[in-house]
């Protein structure tokens, strides 16, 4: 699924927070090629920090992206996948929420071309102690 994607091939995906930068290569080895632009809540840490690292560059109008590791987007697919079955690669967009307890960290709210979709899937079942949200 994760290939699929890095070669522009299958959904577009959205996954947001709820409401309540300098050029290297990156090793596609051990990170996805699969990028977000931060979208919902940001955490006050995580916008000094892009501005931290703007300003270090000298990259005033640059966006910022996150990057996962390959194994944690390798899950993220497999389990919207699994939940979406055989629609999953004919899809035009997927969007979902980010939810956060005790117990761990998911995806859910699913939404398939609009259509509602049964589920969760679980991302970490460790706490977030230090991500700043």
Same mark, same amino acid.
């Given at each position: 699924m994760l290939r699929l994607l890095e070669h522009g091939k299958g959904p577009a995906i959205e996954i947001a927070w709820s409401a309540a930068a300098g050029a290297t290569r990156l090793n596609l080895d051990r990170y996805s090629g699969?990028? %977000?632009?931060?979208?919902? %809540?940001?955490?006050i840490a995580e916008r000094r920090l892009a501005a931290m690292i703007r300003d270090r560059h000298g990259m005033a109008s640059a966006t910022s992206v996150r990057l996962f590791p390959r194994k944690v987007d390798a899950a993220l697919l497999g389990g919207l996948n699994a939940a979406i079955g055989e629609s999953y690669v004919g899809a035009k967009s997927i969007r979902a929420s980010y939810r956060r307890d005790g117990r761990g960290l998911y995806v859910s709210n699913l939404r398939v071309d609009g259509r509602k979709i049964r589920g969760r899937i679980l991302l970490s079942n460790r706490r977030c102690s230090n991500s700043g949200v």
């Open positions: 699969f990028m %977000r632009h931060p979208s919902g %809540r940001v955490s």
